[in-house]
């Protein structure tokens, strides 16, 4: 069975997140696409982050009418921080049969390099990196190079989860940006300064 892993902190889940899982699952012939949030991600370690049990449950009403797609906690019984290697080495303890791929945009296949143990990461799993008209992405290593099942992305969405969290804090709409269900928890828990 082949698995795309989602991860990232998902604050909150928008749209966007779900159109990219959508396209890496049809082009790259995945059987699903696992969901991962973040439970305490390296990189925002002093950065505030909503609570995981929102994002979670975000995730969880996101994906909720999707055959294909699946929500994994596996990250918050993990140590902290939660780094891509120690997640897959965990998969692979859970599932040995599975195989997992990492769908990521193409701003993030130029940082592979940079990434904690990706010698091990590349070992373990593919790269299905997303191609973006406005992300060059050049001098990869060779190595990196040959890992990555690149798919266009066929509509780019400009969207990311800070600039949702900024029009929440405005007290501007987010409608059309985040699924519907995932709008009303937002309100319901005044998330964001909602």
């Known amino acids: 069975m082949k698995i795309g892993i989602m991860g990232g902190t998902f604050d909150p889940i928008h749209l966007g997140h779900l159109l990219i899982a959508e396209q890496a699952r049809e082009v790259a012939g995945l059987d699903q696409v696992w969901f991962i949030p973040s439970a305490s991600p390296p990189h925002k370690l002093n950065k505030k982050v909503t609570a995981v049990e929102h994002r979670l449950q975000m995730v969880k009403l996101a994906i909720d009418n999707h055959p294909h797609f699946h929500l994994s906690e596996i990250e918050l019984h993990l140590p902290s921080p939660s780094y891509t290697v120690h997640t897959l080495e965990t998969l692979y303890k859970?599932?040995?049969?599975?195989?997992?791929?990492?769908?990521?945009?193409a701003d993030m296949v130029k940082d592979l390099p940079n990434w904690y143990k990706i010698e091990r990461i590349l070992e373990l799993s593919q790269i299905i990196g997303l191609k973006r008209p406005n992300v060059l992405v050049e001098n990869l290593?060779?190595?990196?190079?040959?890992?990555?099942n690149w798919v266009t992305d066929r509509v780019e969405i400009s969207l990311s989860s800070s600039y949702i969290r900024k029009q929440l804090k405005q007290g501007l709409s987010v409608r059309y940006l985040v699924p519907f269900s995932v709008e009303q928890y937002i309100k319901e828990h005044h998330l964001y300064g909602s």
């Open 141 to 148: 290593p060779s190595w990196i190079a040959t890992k990555v």
């Open 94 to 105: 859970v599932w040995p049969n599975k195989q997992f791929s990492i769908i990521i945009g």
